[in-house]
Antibody
């Protein structure tokens, strides 16, 4: 059973860059057929897909956030990361990492527990 | 971007009753539709994918149906652990993958 765990600062100042890492255990991030994703949830609100990275390194981003997002992968550490630049209070949310197996017809089947990131000075 | 619209926003039910949740897509998503359950303080959990296939370990009282633009999640005989928020999500057209705004199933 694949497990995912988010890590990173819980507080980020406005205009700075939010950086989170997702550590994958119980399976290799190099395994083909999976997209490694970031999803966020604003307090009391619904879910927003941020973007994902394929095992090959190809990335796909939500157009609404594309100019501010970078997702990268470190296969040696079995981790993938999210950088979101120029943050504002509107970026305060719980950030989840998840495995997306939609290439084989199964979407987000494994999720991390989520980490709350607050943007505030 | 495909917009997913869920109804109702809140469903007040009693344990043992059957609940029917709806999800509508702004354009066809074929059968590439998933349902998730989320409890307070927890990550969403995949319930249904392919519009009607239960994910591993999901009880048979959860069933999904529909294709194209109209989808339904039915929870027969609600158990106490089923009171939660439910989201639908399309994975047919991207980017982006999109979610509905959620339906809260609460105890009457």
């Amino acid at each position: 059973q694949v497990q995912l765990q988010e890590s990173g600062p819980g507080l980020v100042k406005p205009s700075q860059t939010l950086s989170l890492t997702c550590t994958v255990s119980g399976g290799s991030i190099r395994s083909g057929g999976y997209y490694w994703s970031w999803i966020r949830q604003h307090p009391g609100k619904g879910l927003e897909w941020i973007g994902h990275i394929y095992s090959s390194g190809n990335t796909y981003y939500n157009p609404s956030l594309k100019s501010r997002i970078t997702i990268s992968v470190d296969t040696s550490k079995n981790q993938f990361s999210l950088n979101l630049s120029s943050v504002t209070a509107a970026d305060t949310a719980v950030y989840y990492c998840a495995r997306d197996s939609s290439e084989i017809g199964i979407p987000f089947d494994n999720w991390g527990r989520g980490t709350l990131v607050t943007v505030s000075s | 971007e495909i917009v997913m619209t869920q109804s109702p926003a809140t469903l007040s039910m009693s344990p043992g009753e059957s609940a029917t949740l709806s999800c509508r897509a702004s354009q066809s998503v074929s059968s590439n539709l998933a349902w998730y359950q989320q409890k307070p303080g927890q990550a969403p959990r995949l319930l249904i994918y392919g519009a009607s296939t239960r994910a591993t370990g999901i009880p048979a009282r959860f069933s999904g149906s529909g294709s194209g633009t109209e989808f339904t999640l039915t929870i027969s005989s609600l158990q106490s652990e089923d009171f939660a928020v439910y989201y639908c999500q399309q994975y047919n057209n991207w980017p982006p993958w999109t979610f509905g705004q959620g339906t809260k199933v609460e105890i009457k």
